[in-house]
């Protein structure tokens, strides 16, 4: 399957789904750490912090995501990578059009393209102790272009 970016990607199992991503020379992706399976070929790896500053690391903690984001790059040539969810369920690409932010669900990010922004926001006291969410949600947006989600 081809998703926005022109990544190229395969889905394999159920209900503990794994994803393969093809690299090529140039071509990157973000993803929380402890998703990656494995990887081969020319990709390098780059660890950030995953929000703006310390508030916004904390944050998106607090929202049930890591403090650390990986970038997988394909520096050195062609390669592929093989992720997964840390809990049961399937995986899917998601598009994220500029302008219509995605909410995403606690522990749900795996990986996206390196242009998506992810931010964590107060969901409020009320609504936090209802929804079993955390005080804190993940949202996801495009800036320019159209930007992937899995």
């Known amino acids: 399957m081809q998703t926005a970016t022109g990544l190229e990607w395969r889905k394999y199992g ?17 993803a929380e750490t402890g998703a990656m ?9 780059v660890t950030r912090k995953a929000g703006k500053g310390v508030l916004g690391t904390v944050k998106r903690s607090l929202g049930g995501e890591g403090l650390f984001i990986n970038e997988w790059l394909a520096n050195r ?6 992720l997964a969810a840390p809990y049961q369920g399937d995986v899917e690409c998601v598009s994220v059009e500029p302008g219509k932010d995605w909410l995403i669900s606690r522990g749900g990010y795996i990986a996206s393209s390196l242009g998506l922004i992810t931010t964590s926001k107060f969901q409020g006291v009320g609504k936090a102790l209802l929804s079993r969410e955390g005080a804190f949600l993940l949202y996801a947006h495009a800036e320019q272009k159209v930007e992937d989600l899995f």
């Open 14 to 30: 159920e209900p503990f789904t794994m994803i393969e991503i093809d690299l090529n020379q140039g071509q990157g992706i973000k």
């Open 37 to 45: 399976i494995f990887h081969k070929g020319g990709i390098d790896v």
């Open 77 to 82: 040539g062609n390669g592929i990578i093989g």
